[in-house]
Nanobody
């Protein structure tokens, strides 16, 4: 089993930046499918950015503002968010895939004020 814990969420003003972290219970060095999703109140969960085989696909709404990265030594995946907008307000979830099975964290809330 893979356990994921997100952190770094909070309240930030529009135009500000925030970095989210996703700490995995074990090594992520061999995992090549990992990324972030978000869910706003009353809406479906949507893709933010996901890496597959070294290529990262981003939602059009976050391209140029958000970046997915990783630190294998720390078993951690990051989401750097810049130029935040009120519409970015949501619960953000980390997802990793291992042996074809998806694993999700419990989420961290990001609130962007105008």
């Amino acid at each position: 089993q893979v356990q994921l814990v997100e952190s770094g969420g909070g309240l930030v003003q529009a135009g500000g930046s925030l970095r989210l972290s996703c700490a995995a219970s074990g090594s992520i060095a061999s995992i090549n499918v990992m990324g972030w999703y978000r869910q706003a109140p009353g809406k479906q969960r949507e893709l933010v950015g996901i890496t597959r085989g070294g290529y990262t696909n981003y939602a059009d709404s976050v391209k140029g503002r958000f970046t997915v990265s990783r630190d294998n030594a720390k078993n951690t995946v990051y989401l750097q968010m810049n130029s935040l907008k009120p519409e970015d307000t949501a619960v953000y979830y980390c997802k990793l895939q291992r042996f074809g099975i998806d694993y999700w964290g419990k989420g961290t809330l990001v609130t962007v004020s105008s």
